[in-house]
């Protein structure tokens, strides 16, 4: 049965959810200037401004119109995640400040950083991420590969600590990539399904992630996901952000002859041919650039 939208409105920030949902709590944050209501994982942000200071709140709870799961499961999964980013705490990450229960769901503080989804697919959806002159993608792809090279590297080291805590990335593509324009700098958001290593594909085909980045494991049930998991998702990103995404050829890639072969084995659809780990492959780029 589809019900209609029901429209809430918090200061001065107008947003529809499934149904009805209390978000008095937000109040002693401060004021609310900005929000985040197109996600499918049953969470919905805000940014919020209090004396000068603002930050990004993550929550779980209510039912936003593209989340057709239940609001117990998102909230499971986001007080599961704090533990994540509390592990995982690197420079090149979003800092988590804070986080708590309200009457009716789960709530994560972050620091508020000014950089701008790679895939803000709420914005510029379809053939507009490529092509609008506005769009955060659009413009990243205008950089210099030098700068595009730097943006890189930040994503390769961040996940060869990840590897070096004993963790694998999942659901890591170019909507967990911000990237800040006016200073050149990137972080990482949204690594809330991150797992120990190694671990397993337990939900087959469906197994979290967006499907222009995911290895062949990454759609078979009981398959590994492991370090060499994510090499592929690293060579994959490399071919995001320097070529033609899911198309490998050589045509669309920028940068030089050897960084293309360095990610192309990495994307290899047969395991053992990719690099071992993130810190092999990252090695090898690095030798090349």
């Not at 995640?81 to 972050?110: D, M, Q, R, V, W």
């Not at 090279?149 to 694998?168: C, D, M, P, R, W």
Request: net charge neutral; aromatic share 14%.
């Amino acid at each position: 049965m589809n019900q209609l939208p029901v429209r809430h409105i918090i200061d001065n920030v107008s947003f529809d959810l499934q149904e009805q949902h209390d978000f008095t709590w937000l109040q002693s944050l401060g004021t609310v200037f900005c929000v985040f209501d197109q996600q499918d994982s049953g969470n919905i942000s805000f940014g919020i401004e209090n004396n000068g200071i603002k930050h990004f709140v993550k929550y779980a709870g209510c039912r936003p119109l593209a989340f057709s799961g239940e609001p117990i499961d998102a909230i499971s999964r986001l007080s599961t995640a704090i533990s994540l980013y509390k592990t995982l705490k690197h420079p090149y990450l979003i800092n988590l400040i804070n986080h708590f229960e309200s009457n009716n769901g789960y709530a994560a503080i972050f620091e508020w950083f000014k950089g701008e989804c790679l895939h803000s697919h709420w914005l510029f959806a379809g053939k507009a991420k490529q092509t609008h002159p506005q769009s955060p993608f659009y413009k990243f792809k205008q950089l210099s590969v030098e700068k595009r090279l730097q943006a890189l590297n930040t994503i390769y080291e961040f996940h060869k600590f990840v590897e070096s805590q004993g963790y694998v990335a999942v659901d890591f593509y170019d909507g967990s990539i911000l990237y800040d324009f006016s200073t050149d700098v990137t972080k990482i958001c949204d690594i809330d399904f991150y797992r120990p290593a190694p671990s397993v594909n337990d939900m087959g085909e469906n197994f979290w992630g967006a499907r222009r980045f995911k290895s062949p494991e990454e759609f078979i049930l009981g398959a590994p996901i492991d370090a060499k998991t994510n090499v592929f998702t690293m060579g994959a990103i490399a071919f995001g952000l320097l070529g033609g995404e899911m198309d490998h050829s050589f045509s669309k890639w920028e940068a030089n002859k050897s960084l293309y072969e360095v990610a192309l084995r990495a994307v290899s659809k047969e395991r053992e041919r990719r690099y071992i780990t993130v810190s092999e492959f990252k090695k090898a780029w690095d030798s090349k650039k």
